[in-house]
């Protein structure tokens, strides 16, 4: 079992940056594939960005891409979500997850592949 927390959400203005994290326990982090996921008002969830064990390669959702950052530190087990220049558009909760399947470079953008999820940390950018 994997333990998932997300922490770092808050209200914030459009143009302001942010930085998510999300410690893991339970299983070895190093084997893990990571990605934020989000899910806005009215929406489905959606992968916003992956990594992979290693951290590179990564990938971004288009509407992030340039202004998020996916990294992780495996020796303190936390993936972290570093967002810049934020949009009303990016208010949504944010959520970590760990996928435990496929080779040292699989990740995946189909939340069903995700083995566990955290509780979700809710990000509000007003305009």
């Known amino acids: 079992q994997v333990q998932l927390v997300e922490s770092g959400g808050g209200l914030v203005q459009a143009g302001d940056s942010l930085k998510l994290s999300c410690v893991a326990s339970g299983r070895t982090f190093s084997r893990a594939a990571m990605a934020w996921f989000r899910q806005r008002p009215g929406k489905k969830r959606e992968a916003v960005a992956t990594i992979t064990r290693s951290g590179s390669p990564t990938y971004y959702e288009d509407s992030v891409s340039g202004r998020f950052i996916i990294t992780r530190d495996n020796g303190i087990n936390t993936v972290y979500l570093q967002m810049f220049n934020l949009r009303p558009e990016d208010t949504a909760v944010y959520y970590c997850?760990?996928?435990?399947?496929?080779?040292?470079?699989?990740?995946?953008?189909?939340?069903?592949?995700?083995?566990?999820w955290g509780q979700g940390t809710q990000v509000t950018v007003s305009s």
């Open positions: 997850a760990a996928l435990y399947k496929g080779d040292y470079y699989h990740t995946s953008i189909v939340e069903e592949e995700y083995d566990y």
